[in-house]
């Protein structure tokens, strides 16, 4: 895997390299036209020079200069190249450079210059320009513009010095861009380095994290500004997996902690009933005890799998036609036989002969759930009321009881998973403090909604569940006139 | 020897209870805080075993105000409660044992004997007076090279004679170590345990161990 480093110092060479090549090329090529224009314009200049120095008189034409008067035609190294031509091609004049050598007439000459590359007679590549231009009549007096003719020049010169110009030219932008991109490279490699080093330190921050001990968090001194709302997600999900591991860490400790004294409790016996030799009668008894042990704490690992499908969100919900008074009968039911043992004054009140659409299963769950505490943790001769409201498209159940124990300050924790406001484990696993934070999760389930009050030694918990009305005529839900349809049992 | 068990989860009360029994222990158990914290402050326990999340008032609870009160019995935590904190706690709270949730019935009763010896100073669980050998491990009694065959409930007296062997204990005294508080025994009862103990332990021909004082209690020892 390339690093971040290497890619940016890469991508910024190539592109670098790229821009300055396409500069250099193009102050090549401008600087190259620039040059050859001026060439092109000394040649014209040369060239228009000579055409001045062409007379004409009767039919003949002649220079006005011997051609040997003309150094830079005449020398043998580098010399420049003229030659003139009649209309009908003869040669009329040339430069001594030429010797016995003519230049190329260009076909189809004008009066306006024609530039080109050409090879010279001393096989060095050059430019040349070619133009017809009238010659000078040396007897301005008589009329010869009849005899007037049409006269061809071509002035050649090399192009040695401006080929070596320009090949300086060429190795300059080529040395000025590779020495530019190296240096920018090991410039850039240095500043990316340096710009990426918070990213190190934050690796080594990250790193300083431990793997049981979230609560270390991350600092970067004088982090600069991209990388601040970098470290502040980063210890925003670290305040977030400290959060849920410390849940788990408690999660895991309550259960543990939960299943320790049945757990205890069925090793004893065990032991002890193993101890000696006993009468039937005697290991009968322990089994059974063993066997309500085992009842209680599958009870708590069942309400731990219900809460545990219940936050991965794996409890659909079913819908269905309910009777509330069987719902109600069903729910009631187990708790029936303790109320009686204890004396307690029940009273329902509400229409439970209503028919409603709700989840059946869930509902009985919560429902259980409440009735349990509140026979459990009404004192003997005490009261447990129901009350059960339609409005609109809602069903309130209210289970009230007197002889509450709790604070009203405690209402605040009533709803957190294990927490008890009495800190016994009389009967482990059925009441280890699970009861109320399952019967919040369903209600959170079904749509509806679950609180709870402490007020006088009254505790009462409304639960407020989301129904419509059922499919059986004749018994739609309705607001209850409570003094009118209440009993005792 | 008489035990004080509080622990609220009936299964676990129950056998704990039972195995104590079982051993030659007299116990007295309390299923809630107030009630085992009236019984602890009431009688002399040898041991008190103590659980700590307990309704309407909690073990600490229980063990500070016995401390507070002046009430040096042994006491053993038994507690599902199993941090360094919540050991260091118990202990520094007045505990001298701490035994986590689930354990051997075994090792409590090992820890039991241990707190019980040191109650009584013994550093050896074997119990020599004279002639006369009681093992509290075994629970068993040799004299004169002899095994003698007891009852849980005469083990138990001769131990506590034996562990204050040459005082006198008197009849309260052997009252409140061998019978448990809701016992209906009748009140010559620890008269006629005496008796039965002579008629195993003294023989003719080897010097009587057993020594009544009038109007005090009895005394094991080989000078009277």
């Known amino acids: ?489 | 020897m008489r035990i004080l068990l509080v622990e609220d989860y009936e299964l676990l009360r129950d056998s704990i209870a039972l195995g104590l029994r079982e051993a030659g222990f007299a116990v007295d158990v309390a299923a809630e805080g107030a009630t085992g914290l009236w019984h602890a402050t009431s009688n002399d326990y040898d041991v008190i075993i103590l659980d700590l999340m307990l309704p309407r008032i909690d073990g600490l609870s229980i063990l500070k105000e016995l401390r507070a009160t002046g009430k040096i019995t042994h006491v053993i935590i038994l507690t599902a409660k199993d941090t360094l904190g919540d050991r260091v706690l118990g202990l520094d709270s007045g505990a001298d044992d701490y035994l986590i949730k689930p354990f051997v019935f075994a090792e409590l009763l090992a820890r039991v004997r241990a707190l019980v010896r040191r109650k009584y100073d013994a550093k050896s669980p074997l119990l020599r007076i004279a002639d006369l050998e009681i093992d509290t491990t075994t629970r068993s009694a040799r004299r004169d090279g002899h095994d003698i065959k007891l009852s849980a409930r005469e083990f138990a007296l001769i131990e506590l004679l034996a562990a204050k062997a040459g005082q006198v204990v008197s009849r309260t005294e052997i009252w409140e170590h061998i019978y448990e508080f809701d016992s209906s025994a009748e009140s010559n009862v620890v008269d006629v345990f005496i008796r039965h103990l002579r008629k195993k332990i003294e023989r003719p021909h080897l010097p009587r161990l057993i020594h009544t004082r009038r109007g005090h209690g009895y005394l094991l020892g080989e000078n009277g």
């Open chain 1, 1 to 489: 895997m390339r690093s971040l480093r290497t890619s940016l110092v890469i991508r910024t060479a190539l592109l670098l390299a790229s821009t300055l090549s396409i500069a250099a090329v193009s102050i090549y090529f401008l600087m190259r036209a620039s040059l050859i224009s001026e060439f092109d314009a000394a040649l014209l200049v040369e060239a228009r020079s000579l055409s001045s120095h062409v007379e004409q008189s009767d039919h003949e034409v002649s220079l006005e200069f011997e051609v040997g008067q003309l150094p830079d035609y005449a020398r043998i190294d580098h010399p420049h190249y003229f030659q003139i031509w009649s209309n009908d091609g003869q040669s009329k004049a040339k430069s001594q450079s030429l010797g016995d050598r003519n230049l190329e007439r260009p076909r189809d000459l004008t009066d306006v210059p024609a530039y080109n590359l050409a090879t010279l007679p001393n096989g060095h590549s050059g430019r040349q320009t070619a133009f017809q231009f009238k010659p000078r009549i040396e007897d301005e007096a008589s009329d010869h513009t009849s005899d007037e003719q049409n006269l061809s020049i071509v002035v050649a010169r090399d192009t040695r010095q401006l080929d070596s110009m320009l090949g300086t030219l060429a190795g300059l932008l080529l040395l000025v861009t590779a020495a530019t991109v190296i240096g920018s490279v090991a410039t850039l490699s240095h500043i990316v380095a340096k710009g990426l080093q918070p990213l190190n330190t934050l690796a080594a921050s990250i790193e300083g994290v431990g793997v049981a001990d979230l609560s270390e968090r991350v600092r970067i001194e004088n982090a600069p500004h991209e990388m601040t709302p970098v470290v502040q997600r980063l210890n925003g999900l670290l305040n977030r997996l400290n959060d849920t591991l410390a849940r788990e860490k408690s999660f895991t400790a309550n259960v543990a902690h939960e299943l320790r004294t049945p757990l205890a409790g069925l090793q004893t016996a065990l032991e002890v009933c193993a101890s000696q030799p006993r009468e039937q009668k005697d290991y009968q008894r322990v089994i059974e005890q063993c066997l309500r042990a085992t009842g209680g704490m599958h009870s708590m690992v069942e309400n731990l799998l219900v809460l545990t499908r219940a936050d991965a969100h794996q409890l659909p919900v079913e819908i269905e036609s309910v009777e509330i008074s069987s719902l109600v009968q069903e729910s009631w039911s187990p708790f029936e036989a303790m109320a009686h043992g204890k004396q307690l004054d029940v009273e329902w009140v509400g229409n439970h002969a209503s028919i409603v659409q709700l989840d059946r299963e869930k509902t009985t769950l919560v429902l259980k759930n409440l009735f349990e505490n509140a026979v459990a943790h009404t004192e003997k001769s005490g009261w447990v009321r129901t009350t059960i409201v339609f409005q609109d498209s809602r069903m309130d159940v209210t289970i009230a009881n007197n002889g509450c124990k709790l604070r009203p300050a405690d209402v605040a924790h009533l709803f957190d998973r294990f927490w008890r406001g009495d800190q016994a484990r009389s009967d482990a696993g059925s009441h280890c403090g699970l009861g109320m934070s399952l019967c919040k999760k369903m209600m959170a389930v079904l749509g509806g909604s679950i609180e709870a009050q402490i007020d006088g030694g009254v505790f009462s918990v409304k639960a407020i569940f989301r129904t419509s009305p059922g499919d059986v005529p004749g018994l739609v839900p309705q607001t209850l006139d409570t003094a009118g349809d209440r009993k005792r049992s």
